[in-house]
């Protein structure tokens, strides 16, 4: 079965830091995977994915995302974080052992900007 | 603009009273989904749907029942609900079985007294 861990649910960095949220995963087959923003009361917006072909994937407003196969993860990363960057972010795997079309989320992880 | 709406956006209700929320997408897609959000456990999917008529259960259907009679519509049912059932649920939809994006609703956040 799929599982995803994301590792520490607050981040808080300083305006114009790295920005780096990790996600691990547990797949039996090669995983597509996904990470999603949430601002406050607002729906899941995808901000990249992986499914075959580059590891590094680059996304919306400037965040990227390295899948590497040898540690199971998938972090997030952005070079300089801006306040607008404050929400809620969800890594993902598509669940593709079953019909269900489902996506299995971490648990999420709450990134706060400091000025 | 391609989108998946959900109404209402926020709901109060009473133990018992039986409720839905509507979903709707725009973009023809085949598969859809309602998925609840709580703090601490990310989102888990309630039901699927891969076409009109074909629904099945997700991990944490009880209490729950969906429709899809139409492919732009997946209504979901709460026909007793209760204070468990407060959370914040999404619809989702995907183009086909070999398409994995999903696009999200705004959310609706129910609230059960």
């Known amino acids: 079965a799929q599982s995803v861990t994301q590792l520490g649910s607050h981040v808080s960095v300083s305006e114009g830091a790295l920005v780096l949220l990790r996600c691990n995963y547990s797949?039996?087959?090669?995983?597509?995977l996904f990470w999603y923003v949430q601002y406050p009361n607002q729906g899941l917006q995808l901000l990249l994915k992986y499914t075959t072909g580059a590891t590094l994937v680059k996304g919306i407003n400037g965040f990227e995302a390295e899948f590497k196969k040898s540690e199971t993860s998938f972090h997030l990363t952005k070079p300089s974080a801006h306040m607008s960057d404050a929400a809620e972010y969800f890594c993902a795997v598509s669940d593709l052992g079953s019909n269900t079309g489902k996506l299995i989320f971490g648990q999420g992880t709450t990134l706060q900007v400091k000025p | 603009e391609a989108q998946v709406t959900q109404n209402p956006r926020y709901l109060i209700t009473v133990t018992g009273k039986k409720l839905t929320v509507t979903c709707s997408q725009n973009?023809?897609?085949?598969?859809m989904s309602w998925y609840r959000q709580d703090p601490g456990l990310g989102l888990r999917q309630i039901y699927y749907s891969m076409n009109v008529e074909v629904t099945d259960k997700g991990d944490v259907p009880e209490g729950y029942k969906v429709s899809r009679k139409e492919k732009r519509n997946f209504p979901l049912i709460l026909e007793s609900p209760s204070p468990n059932q407060t959370s914040l649920y999404f619809c989702?939809?995907?183009?086909?079985?070999?398409?994995?994006?999903?696009?999200f609703g705004p959310g609706t956040r129910l609230t059960v007294t």
């Open positions: 797949s039996s087959v090669p995983p597509y």
């Open positions: 989702a939809s995907r183009g086909g079985q070999f398409t994995y994006e999903q696009y």
């Open positions: 973009m023809n897609h085949e598969y």
